[in-house]
C-alpha cells in the first residue's frame, strides 16, 4: 500500500526547525536521503540541521557533503538540540541510532522515521516505512514529491546516489523494473550516473585497497563451502593505512566464491564490540539470524553489533548459523542480495 504522506507534509508546514540524522556507519543511502530531504526543506525556508551517530563522516561520500556540514552528534550545538522535528533516515532501530538514542528518547521534538528495512524499534515516531521499497531513496524522492518543491540537480544527485549505493549499483536481488524506472527520472531530472559512479567506486583510498588485501587474504570456508568469513581486526586500520568506513562493502567479496549461499565479515570496533555484517544469497534469512545477536536488516543483508572477543563472537554466530543450515538444503537459487544498513 502506497504510503500516505500527507502527515509530514502537514507538519513540514507547521514547523521550523528539523533535525536530520541516519544510523551509525552512515551509508549512501542514509547520507543521499538526508541531503536531499535538507534541500527541499531549506528551499520552504526551514532550519535545517544534519548531524550523525558517530565519528568519522566516511570520505567516500565527501561529495553529498561539500561544506563539511553534517557533523558528528557529539559536535551539536544547543541551538541544534532546540528543534521541534527530529527526522531519521534509514533505521528505526535503537541500536542504530548510536550515542544519539538518548537525547532522541528524551527529546520534546516530534519524531519521524522514513525507513525500508523490517526491523523496527517504537521509537514513539511518526512511521513512513515501507519494507518494498529498495531504497530510502525511493521514499525521500515520494516524500519531495509530496511536498511539491522543484529538486535542483544537488537533491537528484543525492537520491541517485541513495538507489544506487542500495542496490549495489541496480545488481542486488532489490532491484526491479520500478528501480530502473526511478534512476531514468532522476536522470532525466539532471543526476549525473557516470560522474557519481567515478566519485563512488573510482577514488578509493589506498588504504580501502589494502584493506580490501586483507580480507580476501583471511576469506575461510566453512559448513562444507556454503559460508564463507573473513574479519577485520582494530589494529588493521593503522597498520594499512585505512578508516573504519572503509569496510564499506568488503563483505560483498564473500559471496564471489561459488557455491556459497551465506557471506560474514566480523570487524572491531575502534570503541569496543564486534560489527558483523551478513549476506545471504540463500535459504537463510540474515535479517532473523542478525536480530538474534541484537542486529535486524534485510532478509539477504543484515548488521549487528556483539560485545565480546572476535573469535568467541565468531565462533557462536558460525555455531547458530549451522544449525539453520541444518534446516535447509544448499541453494541453487542465484544473487539476490539486499543491502545492509549500519
Same mark, same amino acid.
Given at each position: 500500500?502506497?504510503?500516505?504522506?500527507?502527515?509530514?507534509?502537514?507538519?513540514?508546514? &507547521?514547523?521550523?526547525?528539523?533535525? +536530520?540524522?541516519?544510523?551509525?556507519?552512515?551509508?549512501?543511502?542514509?547520507?543521499?536521503?538526508?541531503?536531499?530531504?535538507?534541500?527541499?526543506?531549506?528551499? !520552504?525556508?526551514?532550519?535545517?540541521?544534519?548531524?550523525?551517530?558517530?565519528?568519522?563522516?566516511?570520505?567516500?561520500?565527501?561529495?553529498?557533503?561539500?561544506?563539511?556540514? #553534517?557533523?558528528? /552528534?557529539?559536535?551539536?550545538?544547543?541551538?541544534?538540540?532546540?528543534?521541534?522535528?527530529?527526522?531519521?533516515?534509514?533505521?528505526?532501530?535503537?541500536?542504530?541510532? *548510536?550515542?544519539?538514542?538518548?537525547?532522541?528518547?528524551?527529546?520534546? &521534538?516530534?519524531?519521524?522515521?522514513?525507513?525500508?528495512?523490517?526491523?523496527?524499534?517504537? !521509537?514513539?515516531?511518526?512511521?513512513?516505512?515501507?519494507?518494498? &521499497?529498495?531504497?530510502?531513496?525511493?521514499?525521500?524522492?515520494?516524500? +519531495?514529491?509530496?511536498?511539491?518543491?522543484?529538486?535542483?540537480?544537488?537533491?537528484? $544527485?543525492?537520491?541517485?546516489?541513495?538507489?544506487?549505493?542500495?542496490?549495489?549499483?541496480?545488481?542486488?536481488? $532489490?532491484?526491479?523494473? @520500478?528501480? /530502473?524506472?526511478?534512476?531514468?527520472?532522476?536522470?532525466? &531530472?539532471?543526476?549525473?550516473?557516470?560522474?557519481?559512479?567515478?566519485?563512488?567506486?573510482?577514488?578509493?583510498?589506498? *588504504?580501502?585497497?589494502?584493506?580490501?588485501?586483507?580480507?580476501?587474504?583471511?576469506?575461510?570456508?566453512?559448513?562444507?563451502?556454503?559460508?564463507?568469513?573473513?574479519? #577485520?581486526?582494530?589494529?588493521?586500520?593503522?597498520?594499512?593505512?585505512?578508516?573504519?568506513?572503509?569496510?564499506?562493502?568488503?563483505?560483498?567479496?564473500? !559471496?564471489?566464491?561459488?557455491?556459497?549461499?551465506?557471506?560474514? !565479515?566480523?570487524?572491531?570496533?575502534?570503541?569496543?564490540?564486534?560489527?558483523?555484517?551478513?549476506?545471504?544469497?540463500?535459504?537463510?534469512?540474515?535479517?532473523?539470524?542478525?536480530?538474534?545477536?541484537?542486529?535486524?536488516?534485510?532478509?539477504?543483508?543484515?548488521?549487528?553489533?556483539?560485545?565480546?572477543?572476535?573469535?568467541?563472537?565468531?565462533?557462536?554466530?558460525?555455531? @547458530?548459523?549451522?544449525?539453520?543450515?541444518?534446516?535447509?538444503?544448499?541453494?541453487?537459487?542465484?544473487?539476490?542480495?539486499?543491502?545492509?544498513?549500519?
Amino acid at each position: 500500500m502506497p504510503i500516505n504522506w500527507q502527515p509530514l507534509v502537514d507538519l513540514v508546514a &507547521a514547523k521550523k526547525r528539523f533535525m +536530520l540524522t541516519t544510523h551509525v556507519r552512515p551509508d549512501g543511502d542514509g547520507l543521499g536521503s538526508l541531503r536531499a530531504i535538507a534541500v527541499a526543506l531549506r528551499q !520552504l525556508g526551514k532550519q535545517v540541521y544534519l548531524v550523525f551517530p558517530t565519528s568519522g563522516y566516511p570520505a567516500r561520500y565527501d561529495f553529498l557533503d561539500p561544506e563539511g556540514e #553534517i557533523t558528528p /552528534f557529539a559536535r551539536s550545538t544547543e541551538t541544534q538540540r532546540d528543534v521541534e522535528v527530529i527526522l531519521i533516515a534509514d533505521t528505526g532501530t535503537w541500536n542504530q541510532l *548510536g550515542d544519539m538514542a538518548d537525547f532522541v528518547r528524551h527529546s520534546p &521534538a516530534v519524531k519521524v522515521v522514513i525507513d525500508h528495512h523490517v526491523t523496527q524499534d517504537d !521509537l514513539e515516531a511518526l512511521r513512513f516505512v515501507d519494507v518494498t &521499497a529498495e531504497a530510502t531513496g525511493r521514499l525521500a524522492h515520494e516524500f +519531495l514529491t509530496a511536498l511539491g518543491q522543484p529538486m535542483p540537480t544537488e537533491a537528484v $544527485n543525492a537520491l541517485f546516489t541513495a538507489v544506487a549505493m542500495d542496490t549495489g549499483w541496480f545488481r542486488h536481488g $532489490n532491484t526491479t523494473a @520500478r528501480t /530502473f524506472a526511478l534512476a531514468a527520472d532522476l536522470t532525466a &531530472a539532471g543526476a549525473q550516473p557516470t560522474r557519481l559512479y567515478e566519485l563512488l567506486f573510482e577514488r578509493s583510498t589506498l *588504504g580501502r585497497m589494502k584493506l580490501s588485501g586483507l580480507v580476501l587474504d583471511r576469506l575461510t570456508l566453512t559448513h562444507e563451502g556454503r559460508v564463507a568469513w573473513s574479519c #577485520i581486526r582494530r589494529s588493521d586500520y593503522p597498520a594499512v593505512g585505512a578508516v573504519p568506513s572503509d569496510s564499506e562493502d568488503l563483505v560483498n567479496w564473500t !559471496l564471489g566464491v561459488k557455491g556459497v549461499e551465506v557471506g560474514l !565479515l566480523f570487524m572491531e570496533q575502534p570503541i569496543g564490540g564486534i560489527k558483523i555484517s551478513f549476506r545471504s544469497r540463500g535459504p537463510v534469512d540474515v535479517a532473523a539470524l542478525a536480530s538474534e545477536f541484537g542486529g535486524g536488516g534485510h532478509p539477504a543483508a543484515s548488521g549487528a553489533i556483539v560485545h565480546g572477543e572476535l573469535e568467541a563472537v565468531r565462533d557462536r554466530v558460525l555455531q @547458530r548459523l549451522g544449525v539453520l543450515l541444518n534446516e535447509t538444503t544448499p541453494s541453487t537459487k542465484s544473487d539476490a542480495r539486499g543491502w545492509e544498513k549500519g
